[in-house]
């Protein structure tokens, strides 16, 4: 069994946390107040970037959810279950816990806020085996796994920090007090198990006529931090969707990675985010990104004034 233990959060990471600006966009409040969850952190092992962060990471479910919009997978080989809503891998939870709850002919030992939360949710017809493509072998679906990720960033509220900087290649990364808007992106994808410095580099290499931005074998150093250098390869690797945040068809889901076009007299994407659980009060999904200069890695009410020019996620099934 596992135990996991979640400590408060430090005082630094609630200055870090109030550091972000409220004006350069403001966030934008929320659109409905979801249910408090009764653990203070979700307790998975979530094997990708800062784990000291993990004690710090926690979803709240809607507060009008039903068990109809509800299923869950149960993966014993690594004592995760993961609630979908609307068929959307949305919350992980760690089994190993102290409090049982009994779905049909199966008993799940969960800690005892968890047990509380998904007692009036599960049902015996709609737990089934996992699915969905789980790069990191750690129980969480790719798509969730993002945008743990990305709410990572959003604790450790990196300043926007311009400027090459050399760094080791596989993994390599800047310093997590600084970022830009992609490193954003290369970190919470980092969360789900890809690589996007390595993966692009060997893109580049297998198909240079793809990125004619890139000179010669490329740098690894640099070219992962540049959003018009690593839009092709999103256009050829991960799930493209609609850039309508209308679209009932094909909604935003967190964790959803989106290219924005912030100068219209200049064609193309020039800034990037990932697609938070935050709503406004419009309904509109917050992107977590890192602005510019002067601000951290914050959740932001993009959607309402800065066009968005391409959607990707990574596949959520197999």
């Not at 979908?84 to 089994?95: C, I, Q, R, S």
């Not at 604790?155 to 800047?174: F, I």
């Not at 679209?247 to 800034?271: E, I, K, L, Q």
């Not at 992107?287 to 890695?297: L, M, P, R, S």
Request: charged share 25%; proline share 10%.
């Amino acid at each position: 069994m596992i135990s996991v233990v979640c400590a408060c959060r430090s005082a630094e990471a609630e200055r870090a946390t109030e550091k972000a600006p409220a004006a350069k966009p403001p966030s934008g409040p929320v659109s409905a107040e979801p249910r408090a969850p009764a653990e203070s952190c979700l307790g998975v092992a979530d094997r990708g970037i800062w784990s000291d962060l993990d004690p710090q990471v926690q979803i709240a479910l809607p507060a009008d959810l039903t068990p109809d919009r509800v299923s869950a997978t149960v993966d014993d080989k690594h004592q995760v279950l993961v609630l979908y809503v609307d068929d959307w891998p949305t919350k992980p939870y760690p089994l190993g816990g102290d409090a049982t709850l009994a779905v049909g002919d199966r008993t799940l030992h969960l800690r005892p806020g968890d047990r509380t939360e998904l007692a009036p949710l599960l049902r015996a017809d709609r737990l089934a085996a996992p699915r969905g493509a789980d790069r990191d072998k750690d129980g969480i679906p790719d798509p969730l796994d993002t945008f743990l990720g990305a709410a990572k960033t959003v604790l450790n509220a990196d300043a926007y920090t311009e400027g090459y900087v050399s760094m080791r290649y596989p993994m390599g990364d800047v310093p997590r007090t600084m970022g830009v808007c992609t490193d954003v992106v290369i970190r919470a994808l980092r969360n789900a198990g890809l690589d996007l410095q390595a993966e692009l580099h060997a893109d580049i290499a297998r198909a240079p006529r793809a990125y004619p931005m890139v000179k010669g074998k490329g740098d690894p150093s640099i070219d992962q931090r540049r959003v018009r250098t690593i839009l092709p390869f999103f256009q050829r690797h991960l799930e493209a969707h609609t850039a309508a945040a209308d679209d009932a068809t094909d909604p935003y889901r967190p964790g959803d990675v989106v290219f924005m076009d912030t100068f219209p007299s200049r064609p193309g994407p020039d800034h990037i985010g990932v697609v938070s659980s935050h709503k406004d009060a419009d309904g509109l999904p917050l992107i977590i990104n890192n602005w510019t200069d002067g601000t951290v890695t914050a959740e932001m009410d993009l959607l309402t004034f800065v066009p968005i020019t391409h959607r990707f996620r990574l596949a959520p099934r197999k």
